[in-house]
C-alpha cells in the first residue's frame, strides 16, 4: 500500500515553474501517480496521471523517476488562480480504496 | 458542462436528526465513490459503486452512514442520528470503470455538501 509525503507548503513567484515533489517510496508495479488540486470551497480537481513515462497535458507536466519512488508535477508558467492544495496519490488495478491515502497535500501559494 | 453535481451544497441540522445528500455522477461513468472531508485535511474514502453494486466499504463507515445507488446513476448518502463528528465536507466522485477493479482512469469530484452538526 503506496503512502506518499509531499512538503506542507510551498510558494511559487507568478510566471515561473511550480515544481511540487512528492515521494511514493512503497509504490507497486501496477499503482499510478495521480495529482489532484482543491481550490477552497470546491472539490479536488483532476490534474494528470501517470505509470512509468512522463506526461503532459494542457495543464501540467508529470515527471517520474525511473525507479519510480519520487515524482515531480510542473506547472510551467504558474499563475494566481495556481493558488491551491495539490494532493499526490497512488492507485493501482486492485487497490483498495480503503487505503488510498491523500494525506494533507502541499499548500501551494502563488506569489505576485 | 455536465460534471458532478452535488446536493445540497449545505447543511446545517441539530444533533440526531437524520440527513441524505444526493450526487449525480457523470453521465456516462458507472463508478461512483463517497468521500468525507475535515478541514486541513484530504478527503478520506467512505464507499464506491460499480453501477448498481457498491463493492466496497471504508472502516470509516460506521452504522449510522447507508449509501445507495438503486439505478446506477445518482446515489444517495443518508447518515441517521448524526453527531458533531460527522461535521464534515462529504465529496462525490465518479469515474469510468472497467471490471470489479480494473480501471485507471480518473476520479472527477463533485463540490461537496458542507454538513454542520449544532
Known amino acids: 500500500d503506496a503512502k506518499t509525503t509531499q512538503p506542507t507548503s510551498m510558494d511559487c513567484a507568478e510566471g515561473r515553474a511550480a515544481n511540487l515533489p512528492c515521494n511514493h517510496s512503497?509504490?507497486?508495479?501496477?499503482?499510478?501517480v495521480y495529482w489532484y488540486r482543491q481550490i477552497h470551497s470546491q472539490g479536488p480537481q483532476y490534474i494528470i496521471h501517470g505509470l512509468k513515462n512522463n506526461e503532459t497535458n494542457e495543464m501540467a507536466s508529470l515527471i517520474i523517476t525511473e525507479d519510480r519512488k519520487s515524482s515531480t508535477l510542473i506547472l510551467p508558467h504558474a499563475t494566481l488562480r495556481d493558488t491551491a492544495v495539490y494532493y499526490c496519490?497512488?492507485?493501482?488495478?486492485?487497490?483498495?480504496?480503503?487505503?488510498?491515502?491523500f494525506g494533507p497535500g502541499t499548500s501551494l501559494s502563488v506569489i505576485p | 458542462d455536465t460534471g458532478v453535481s452535488q446536493d445540497p451544497r449545505h447543511k446545517i441540522t441539530k444533533r440526531g436528526q437524520n440527513v441524505t445528500f444526493r450526487c449525480d455522477p457523470i453521465?456516462?461513468?458507472?463508478?461512483l465513490y463517497w468521500y468525507r472531508q475535515t478541514l486541513g485535511q484530504g478527503p478520506e474514502f467512505l464507499t464506491y459503486f460499480q453501477n448498481e453494486a457498491q463493492l466496497e466499504k471504508s472502516r470509516l463507515l460506521s452504522d449510522r452512514f447507508s449509501a445507495e445507488r438503486p439505478k446506477g446513476s445518482f446515489s444517495t448518502l443518508e447518515i441517521q442520528r448524526t453527531e458533531q463528528g460527522d461535521s464534515a465536507m462529504y465529496l462525490c466522485a465518479s469515474s469510468v470503470g472497467q471490471g470489479a477493479r480494473g480501471s485507471n482512469q480518473p476520479q472527477h469530484f463533485g463540490d461537496g455538501t458542507r454538513l454542520s452538526i449544532l
Open positions: 496519490i497512488v492507485i493501482g488495478i486492485g487497490t483498495s480504496y480503503d487505503k488510498v491515502i
Open positions: 453521465s456516462e461513468h458507472n463508478r
Open positions: 512503497t509504490i507497486s508495479g501496477n499503482e499510478y
